[in-house]
């Protein structure tokens, strides 16, 4: 079973209007977690990283929360752009074994005009 | 990310040829991955390196070798190629860790790998 599960697989809205993604994780303990973008064709960009002591961390249009004692994650992304258009990865590093991180199967966001 | 490029972008071969893929680093990164991708599945971990000549197995090692002879290079190869071999394959570099921020692992373009 993945550590790292992440909704919908799969999401399609409106240019403008907003939408949250979700990430529930096993890993422990852990160190940090990120939320990467990848553009189709491209590699992972990292937009959040949030230690296991942090709440929250913005990015532009982008809001990564956390709650570490339920372990799940959320990014919320703001007035969407057709340019938002991507897949989204959440990431877990363990505290210990840093090299091995735990992927989520990431999110496809599609924008629409 | 032009600090992270692979070569070739794009390789369709066939079942039992050896291929190799290539990455190269601008960031002076001492820490160098190599993943793959597949549909509906996060990215695994194959080799990685933490400096020149070191080399340390990944979650799915078997069927790939890796080469680190510079710093700035780290190259997977296939020896024998397999159909089930086919997918996206990402280089990924970070630096020496000292600080929370400092794991974010910088990924190059990726090697789209097809196996006939």
């Known amino acids: 079973k993945n550590q790292v599960e992440q909704s919908p697989q799969s999401l399609i809205i409106l240019e403008g209007k907003n939408c949250t993604l979700q990430c529930n994780y096993t890993v422990s303990p852990f160190s940090n977690l990120r939320w990467y973008k990848q553009d189709t064709g491209r590699g992972p960009v990292s937009l959040t990283i949030?230690?296991?002591?942090?709440n929250t961390k913005s990015n532009g249009r982008y809001t990564a929360t956390l709650d570490a004692d339920t372990k799940q994650s959320s990014l919320h992304i703001t007035a969407s752009q057709l340019s938002d258009s991507a897949s989204y990865i959440c990431v877990v590093t363990p505290q210990t074994g840093a090299n091995n991180l735990f992927f989520g199967t990431g999110t496809r966001l599609t924008v629409i005009p | 990310d032009a600090d992270v490029t692979q070569t070739p972008r794009n390789r369709i071969t066939k079942t039992g040829k050896r291929i190799m893929l290539e990455c190269s680093q601008t960031?002076?990164?001492?820490?160098m991955y190599w993943y793959r991708q597949d549909p509906g599945l996060g990215l695994r971990l194959i080799y990685y390196s933490f400096d020149v000549k070191d080399i340390n197995k990944g979650e799915i090692s078997d069927g790939y070798s890796v080469s680190r002879q510079a710093q700035a290079k780290f190259s997977l190869s296939l020896e024998s190629a397999i159909p089930n071999q086919t997918a996206l394959y990402f280089c990924?570099?970070?630096?020496?860790?000292?600080?929370?921020?400092?794991?974010?692992?910088?990924f190059g373009p990726g090697t789209r790998l097809t196996v006939l």
């Open positions: 949030m230690t296991f002591s942090e």
């Open positions: 960031k002076g990164h001492d820490r």
């Open positions: 990924a570099t970070r630096s020496t860790p000292g600080l929370a921020t400092s794991n974010e692992q910088f």
